[in-house]
């Protein structure tokens, strides 16, 4: 089976480099066309925006470090993503349940899908200000990063993540086969083990689904919310300031963290998934 | 003494925008405990259908189902269902499977690794203990789940085709296990079957089902002194016998 190792290598070599020909090209492009423009006002150069990523612990422009902005951002959504978590799973699972709980909830839940998690940002300007996490339970500093999660900021998160938890838990509750809750109902199991050990696994991979849909709501709201006056912290204020700034070299730095946090939270999440419910994928 | 007694039993279909199908008719048969009965017929006849009757999963339209007496109502818990189709949970390993037919009758944690593991070297998968049920082939998986409903233990098993998918050779092999199991601890066994000489070689008796409405029109005992021999003269004449009642041309 070792024949032609060194080919099936050199193979491998040549696949992975296909995956790199096409953004490499892009960062070549867009290198001749800063350099031939030179306004980096506008085009900044592929080095600059490469010196800020690789010197993220260093000050920018005043407003803390690439890696501070990163982490607080990262910090709120995880914040208010785990709020919506542990309120809309359990909720999922109950609607996608009880007949009853689902006609009593679903008109309001159908009122409120369609309305845009973005168009929440100035209601919840208004309504929490700038008011803290920390502050919400009578602490006016904690001097931990708690003081940088707003109350405001955790509303519009949780309602980013909201519906595609919601839906795709009830979507996943309604869709287990009757089969397996009929081979448990025969094989003696009580309604509790049922729900615990059939309908929750069963539902696992639509749950999942949706946390990775939600999480990258939440994660396009942050940013949006972290752009709007009155934020003072995450990599959406960063944005915005170097606009103002016309530092375009962080600016387009912290577009290109933002798409790589987006990868990493969406590939930690796939991690996630092939461990409590890589059946799915494998089933015939 | 008369365990099961299923009284002028029916069972109407009537889907959304489907025709009616009257999937049995008038359907009377008693078991006795400890017996087995094979159940045979053409498909759609509705032996599923009656197999899901006795366990509860369905109510039917006419008549009544009786254990010891009582009417059933709900789950039958005295009996479990190998299904026809594959059934085993996904998200477990087959132990997992086992064990969660053991967790019903309340048997230790501890215990159960050992129980599960005699019972799948019982139907011959000691090794697949610890495999997930995509890995197996549609042979293996049927007879986990049967490794599954003998962990559950039921004083009636209703058993749907589960060894439609088996080579002759493991097929004739498990007959004799489920036979040795029978003989040990008493069980009520119906067992459907398309397979003549596999209902000849276990039953008790065998009834016979027809379609269009499905109903039972024969009742055959067999007298064959166990254990069986497939090649012998008396067999084979049963075996004749039973394809003419089932309308099998030569
Ligand atoms: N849930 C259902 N809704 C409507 N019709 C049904 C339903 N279940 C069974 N039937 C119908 O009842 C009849 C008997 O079905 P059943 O599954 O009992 O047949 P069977 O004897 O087990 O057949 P096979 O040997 O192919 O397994 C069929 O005509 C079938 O279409
Ligand atoms: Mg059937």
């Known amino acids: ?284 | 003494m008369n365990r099961l007694l299923i009284d002028g039993v029916g069972k109407v279909f009537n889907g959304d925008n489907t025709r009616e199908v009257t999937a049995l008719k008038d359907v009377q048969l008693s078991a006795g405990s400890g017996e087995f009965i094979c159940i045979i017929g053409p498909t759609g006849c509705g032996k599923t259908t009656l197999l899901r009757l006795i366990a509860g999963l369905e109510s039917p339209t006419s008549g009544t189902i009786r254990l010891d007496d009582q009417p059933i109502d709900g789950l039958n818990k005295s009996c479990t269902l190998v299904f026809q189709q594959f059934s085993l949970f996904p998200w477990l390993s087959v132990l997992g499977n086992i064990a969660f037919a053991l967790d019903s009758k309340g048997v230790p944690k501890k215990e159960q690794k050992r129980e599960a593991l005699d019972l799948l070297r019982l139907v011959g998968l000691a090794d697949a203990a610890g495999s997930k049920p995509h890995e197996l082939s549609g042979g293996m998986q049927q007879r986990v789940s049967i490794a599954r409903a003998l962990a559950y233990d039921p004083e009636i098993l209703l058993m749907d085709e589960p060894f439609g998918a088996l080579d002759e050779r493991t097929r004739q092999k498990l007959q004799d296990v489920l036979l040795d199991l029978w003989r040990k601890k008493r069980k009520t066994i119906l067992f459907v079957t398309h397979n003549i000489d596999e209902a000849i070689y276990l039953a008790d008796r065998i009834i016979i089902m027809a379609i269009e409405p499905g109903r039972i029109v024969n009742n055959l005992s067999v007298d064959l002194p166990r254990p069986r021999r497939r090649l012998s003269a008396e067999f084979t004449e049963l075996h004749v016998r039973i394809r003419d009642l089932l309308e099998i041309p030569e």
Do not use: K
């Not at chain 1, 470090?65 to 542990?86: E, K, P, Q």
């Not at chain 1, 700038?130 to 519009?156: A, E, K, N, W």
């Not at chain 1, 025969?186 to 639509?206: K, M, N």
């Open chain 1, 1 to 284: 089976m070792r024949r032609g190792g060194g080919a099936s290598r050199l193979n491998r070599f040549i696949t992975h480099l296909q995956g790199f020909l096409l953004p490499l090209l892009f960062l070549v492009v867009w290198e001749v066309w800063a350099v031939h423009l030179d306004n980096p006002a506008l085009v900044p150069r592929v080095e600059a925006v490469l010196n800020v990523l690789l010197h993220p612990f260093s000050e920018l422009i005043g407003t803390g470090t690439l890696a501070w902005n990163t982490g607080v951002s990262l910090f709120r959504v995880l914040f208010g993503f785990s709020i919506a978590v542990v309120l809309c799973v359990p909720m999922g699972l109950v609607m996608g349940t009880s007949r009853v709980f689902f006609r009593l909830v679903n008109p309001l839940v159908e009122l409120f899908r369609p309305l845009c998690p973005i168009a929440w940002i100035p209601f919840a300007m208004a309504f929490f200000g700038v008011l803290s996490v920390p502050q919400l339970f009578g602490v006016r500093y904690s001097d931990t990063i708690l003081d940088s999660v707003q109350v405001g900021m955790v509303f519009i998160i949780f309602w980013g993540g909201l519906f595609p938890i919601l839906l795709n838990t009830i979507y996943g509750v309604t869709g287990v086969r009757t089969l397996w809750i009929e081979t448990a109902q025969i094989l003696g199991a009580s309604r509790r083990r049922i729900f615990r050990r059939v309908i929750i696994p069963a539902a696992l991979p639509a749950i999942m689904t949706g946390l990775r849909v939600g999480l990258g709501i939440s994660w396009m709201v942050i940013i949006a919310a972290e752009m709007l006056p009155g934020s003072d912290s995450g990599i959406g204020y960063l944005i915005m300031y170097s606009y103002e700034l016309a530092e375009m070299n962080i600016l387009v730095a912290c577009m290109v963290m933002i798409g790589l946090m987006g990868l990493l939270l969406n590939r930690g999440l796939l991690f996630i998934t092939a461990r409590v419910s890589g059946w799915q994928s494998l089933e015939r």
